[in-house]
């Protein structure tokens, strides 16, 4: 019977039968060449599996600060009693909680010093 299951598919299928399971994968790229410390050096401009590496123009000002008008989340958890206690005491002075903190943290400073 394989004799004739193999002369069937060789009569429809000219070519050899692929072979089942998963199809044959292609070679990886070569691993990039790394720098005397270890450092992968990739060219500006380059592609890579997370994109096109930036330009060293395009990231000179990442370094910029904010403007001083911007607000920025600090964020850190206390307990409860702490939270009801420091928002009800800003809110009994009409202060904001981050004016409260500003001010708190600049008596810190002077305190303790600027460093």
Do not use: C, W
């Not at 069937?8 to 990039?32: D, E």
């Not at 330009?55 to 939270?83: C, E, I, M, W, Y």
């Amino acid at each position: 019977m394989s004799n004739t299951i193999g002369f069937i598919s060789q009569t429809i299928y000219p070519h050899p039968l692929p072979k089942r399971g998963a199809p044959p994968m292609a070679k990886p790229p070569p691993p990039p060449a790394k720098t005397s410390n270890g450092v992968v050096d990739i060219q500006p401009g380059a592609s890579t599996k997370k994109g096109t590496a930036p330009k060293p123009t395009a990231v000179v000002d990442n370094l910029k600060r904010p403007q001083d008008g911007a607000l920025k989340p600090l964020n850190f958890k206390v307990s409860p009693d702490f939270h009801r206690e420091f928002k009800t005491y800003a809110a009994t002075h009409g202060i904001s909680m981050v004016d409260l903190l500003r001010e708190g943290f600049a008596l810190v400073k002077e305190h303790r010093g600027k460093n």
